[in-house]
Each structure stands twice: as C-alpha cells, then as structure tokens.
C-alpha cells in the first residue's frame, strides 16, 4: 500500500503558531504511530472535542 503525500510537519505547526489548542490538537495527532489502533479512536475523539472548542471559542 503507497502511503498518503502529507506536508511536512514544520509547515502544519507554522499554521498554528501562537495557538496553542490547535498545537496540542496536531501534536496527538503526530503521536498516533506509537499507538496501538485500538487506541486510536480515544486519540480521535480527544482531538475532536478540542477542535469544537477552539471553534466555539472563536465563533464567541
């Protein structure tokens, strides 16, 4: 299976400097290759659940 192009992950983090809800959102993200996938989804909802925050406290 050819893995999907991804950009790096300096130009993620320079999208998001200076807020640190979507730094912390990323970084779980980044941390999913040491995980088991049934650990996966827990990871998923965590990152979720900030996202709708930083959303709601921007639409405020």
């Not at 790096?8 to 040491?34: C, K, Q, Y």
């Amino acid at each position: 299976m050819t893995p999907l192009p991804q950009p790096p992950p300096s130009a993620a983090r320079a999208d998001v400097a200076g807020d640190d809800a979507l730094a912390g959102a990323l970084a779980r993200l980044e941390s999913l290759d040491a995980l088991g996938v049934h650990e996966h989804v827990e990871v998923y909802a965590a990152v979720d659940h900030a996202l709708r925050e930083r959303l709601a406290a921007a639409d405020a």
